[in-house]
């Protein structure tokens, strides 16, 4: 299985940071690489797929890069409705499998 | 407007069974691969199932494989997953999701005695 590991696993910031999470396939994954953010109570909504991909309707703000086994997710400007968990998932093979979260905490 | 809604979770003793249901709507559902993802506190988010759009192909996560099963009626825009044998570590939240970007609210399932 591929093992997806996500850094950090919480995250402190204030509103207007600049704040990036990485994401580590276990293997290269080309560029199968989603994220999603989750809200308590929420399902997971897709923010970028295909590594760097802007999913329709998803503020510009977030931006994602990276290929292979390398990824990150950049938050440019945090907002306050950005305070969230955050996930990154492969799909390059079965079994599909999830990071662990990077959770997003006000300071 | 895009809507899917799994139904049929609930409470069940271990070596109990329960089929999940998925309604799909606001998309066209034969051109979309459907998952089953299910997440609890412990584990977080787990890929568990997965059926292409006509239904030939299956692929299962090593812990549900050969205790699950996962079908679709194309005719009905539902997903459907059988799981048999339950256990204790099944108990999760069962989320539907349609592509990448289709999910639903989620099922809970909760195995217990």
């Known amino acids: 299985d591929i093992q997806m590991t996500q850094s950090p696993s919480s995250l402190s910031a204030s509103v207007g940071d600049r704040v990036t999470i990485t994401c580590r396939a276990s293997?290269?994954?080309?560029?199968?690489l989603s994220w999603y953010q989750q809200k308590p109570g929420r399902a997971p909504k897709l923010l970028i797929h295909?590594?760097?991909a802007l999913q329709s309707a998803v503020p510009s703000r977030f931006s994602g890069s990276g290929s292979g086994t390398d990824f990150t997710l950049t938050i440019s400007s945090l907002q306050p409705e950005d305070f969230a968990t955050y996930y990154c998932?492969?799909?390059?093979?079965?079994?599909?499998?999830f990071g662990q979260g990077t959770r997003l905490e006000i300071k | 407007e895009v809507q899917v809604v799994e139904s049929g979770g609930g409470l069940v003793q271990p070596g109990g069974s329960l089929r999940l249901s998925c309604a799909a709507s606001?998309?066209?559902?034969?051109?979309?691969?459907m998952h089953w993802v299910r997440q609890d506190p412990v584990k977080g988010l787990v890929w568990v199932s997965r059926?292409?759009?006509?239904?030939?192909?299956?692929s299962y996560a090593d812990s549900v494989r050969g205790r699950f099963t996962i079908s679709r009626d194309n005719a009905k825009k539902t997903v459907y997953l059988q799981m048999n044998n339950l256990r204790a570590e099944d108990t999760a939240l069962y989320y539907c999701?349609?592509?990448?970007?289709?999910w639903g609210q989620g099922t809970q399932v909760t195995v217990s005695s």
């Open positions: 998932q492969q799909t390059y093979d079965t079994p599909i499998t």
């Open positions: 059926i292409d759009p006509d239904g030939s192909t299956t």
């Open positions: 293997q290269s994954i080309g560029g199968y």
């Open positions: 606001g998309f066209i559902f034969t051109d979309f691969y």
């Open positions: 999701v349609g592509g990448r970007d289709h």
């Open positions: 295909s590594a760097s």
